[in-house]
């Protein structure tokens, strides 16, 4: 492709995950593409398994909405498919609405994911993309450890080969348990097999496709033995040719009922697509939009609504894999869909033969490696509130169930948030012996020096935290040696809400009455504009700012040198204007 073609490209609002094509990396993307399709195509017909879906729809997850993202994207690495989290959500909302694997549960399933596509659409157009950060890494990581013992836990029964109904992860588990007494050996032993094989794979190396191989040797194994004439239930036919194209159900009660559904996987896609793709772009130092994706992200979903198939996220577990078989750009998931649309067209009267439980064990691991011992392990020895966090978060999603876990998971996430902004790291700024400015903590008493406080405030001030403000001043003012100045040092003041303001106003007052000078430092330039609507600027006085502390500083020593100056009755230069 001529260079004046291919920077005329690079400025449409398409294949930005793609482009500039370079010809040397092109075999490389198509082999991390064919990679991709090896190692997915068994992960996908386990989160089908997931979603209560026909094993096919997992396969039409890396057709059309795999490409679709490939092509509007703006990640290079994200790889789009489906996903153990908002599978399970799924398939929590869905099972009491329709029988799993059914026409109708198919058509939910859609209109669901049509509603989450809508979702993030709107979300990039009301540039909601920074919403991703409210839901943040510690209670996302109790939430995955949640779905994946949820997940583990509910391909039990398919493994050992007995009936284990109800609702409730737990529920379930205990009859699972009681019930291992009719366990079937030779459906437990096919469920060994695979485990075995694909542990044995990743121990060796990790590029090994554990799960096809197992898949293969079970499917070759249960054709030669019979072994669904021996009781083994298998997947059965499973239908060939290209996903059907057609809208799915568009029923006004349909699209209510499922509406929280929808909100609460447009929150997990929001969350883990913008973590993944942020990590993956910082790790080779490449660019991406979030904005961009959600596009990406809204139209996969809704090209999976369309083609008979079940919610997409931003996938951990893809995207690693395309980068560890050294994919470079999106040209690797397009050469994936390729693979998978052939697979569709001429091999899916393999899996006719493939054992469930060995379907299930596949499953069971990938739930098994949503759970991050290592990650809790470490939240709990540097952070320990969180850790309770993520364990409440993961403990909720068990006990509750998926979606109600979600829920949780985003309140706890700003509670999370409210806690430390309502606590902020204030301090009383004092000078080492090197001159350079240190903080100590606000108690009665504390001084900068003889006269002075200079009082640094930690975060923005809102309704919730504006009384701390107040009490601090309080703190200061009420105790220790007399004052004269109060500094407030507004460095990490990014917003002053309107009730803070009041109540600003009101420690100005209580600062005058007891003829104690509030100077303002540090403090930027949009929030210096808000202080002056607010009418602070008026009340303090307009020579109360200065653009450091330590300049502050030096009109302190200017001001108590006036002081001194007149006293002795010599003409003092003016004092600042106190209001």
């Known amino acids: 492709m001529p260079v004046h073609r291919r920077a005329w490209l690079r400025g449409w609002p398409v294949l930005q995950g793609m482009l500039p094509v370079r010809k040397p990396q092109v075999a490389g993307d198509v082999l991390a593409g064919v990679t991709l399709a090896a190692l997915g195509i068994p992960e996908v017909l386990g989160y089908a398994k997931i979603a209560g879906m026909p094993v096919v729809t997992g396969l039409y997850t890396l057709v059309l909405p795999m490409a679709v993202f490939a092509v509007l994207g703006s990640s ?21 609405l329709a029988v799993p694997g059914s026409p109708r549960y198919v058509q939910l399933a859609g209109l669901a994911a049509l509603l989450a596509g809508g979702m993030l659409l709107l979300a990039r157009v009301a540039r909601l993309g920074f919403l991703a950060n409210f839901l943040s890494r510690t209670v996302l990581l109790g939430f995955l450890t949640g779905v994946g013992i949820q997940v583990a836990a509910g391909q039990l029964p398919d493994m050992l080969g007995i009936t284990s109904a109800g609702p409730g992860a737990v529920g379930r588990l205990i009859r699972t348990l009681a019930a291992l007494p009719q366990a079937r ?16 794979a990743r121990m060796i190396n990790r590029r090994i496709p554990g799960a096809l191989i197992a898949m293969i040797g079970t499917i070759i194994v249960s054709h030669v033995a019979d072994l669904a004439g021996h009781g083994v ?12 194209l057609g809208l799915p159900a568009l029923g006004l009660h349909d ?14 896609i929001l969350a883990q697509s913008a973590a993944t793709a942020r990590a993956s772009a910082a790790k080779h130092e490449e660019a991406f939009s ?19 198939t079940f919610v997409v996220n931003g996938s951990p577990t893809k995207t690693q894999m395309v980068d560890d078989a050294g994919g470079r750009s ?12 052939i697979f569709l067209i001429l091999l899916t009267g393999l899996l006719t033969d493939l054992p469930i439980a060995a379907l299930a064990a596949v499953v069971f691991l990938i739930g098994a490696e949503l759970v991050d011992v290592t990650g809790m392990r470490r939240i709990a020895s540097v952070r320990r509130n969180e850790f309770i966090v993520a364990l409440l978060t993961a403990a909720a999603v068990v006990a509750l169930g998926v979606q109600d876990g979600i829920i949780l998971a985003i309140v706890a996430s700003i509670i999370d948030h409210l806690r430390h902004s309502y606590r902020p790291l204030n301090s009383v700024l004092v000078k080492s012996p090197a001159g350079h400015w240190e903080p100590a903590p606000v108690a009665p008493g504390a001084r900068t020096e003889p006269g002075l406080v200079v009082y640094r405030f930690g975060t923005s001030l809102y309704y919730a935290n504006a009384a701390r403000l107040l009490e601090d001043i309080t703190t200061l003012t009420g105790h220790g040696s007399p004052l004269r100045w109060i500094v407030l040092d507004g460095a990490a003041i990014g917003d002053v809400d309107y009730t803070s303001a009041l109540i600003l106003r009101k ?28 009418g602070i600027t008026g009340a303090a006085g307009p020579d109360v700012y ?18 001194d100056l007149s006293r002795d009755g010599a003409d003092p230069p003016p004092a600042p204007d106190q209001g």
Do not use: C, K
């Open 185 to 200: 050996p030779i459906t437990v032993a096919v469920s060994a097999g695979v485990i075995t094989v694909m542990l044995a």
């Open 507 to 534: 420690a100005i007052e209580q600062l005058h009455r007891r003829r104690i000078f509030l100077a303002v430092a540090s403090l930027l330039s949009p929030v210096r504009q808000q202080l002056d609507r607010y």
């Open 76 to 96: 290079r690495r994200l790889v789009v498919g489906a996903d153990s989290a908002t599978a399970a959500i799924l398939a929590a909302a869905l099972t009491g």
């Open 233 to 244: 239930a298998t997947v059965g036919p499973v239908p060939r040719g290209l996903p059907h």
């Open 290 to 308: 979030e904005d961009t994706d959600l596009v990406g992200l809204g139209a996969a979903n809704i090209a999976a609504a369309f083609s008979g």
């Open 546 to 563: 200065y653009d450091t502390a330590g300049e502050a500083l030096e009109a302190y020593h200017a001001s108590v040198s006036a002081e």
């Open 330 to 341: 999106q040209l690797a998931q397009l050469a994936t869909s390729a693979v998978v649309l």
């Open 255 to 268: 699209a209510t009922m499922l509406l929280g559904t929808a909100a609460s996987m447009f929150a997990v």
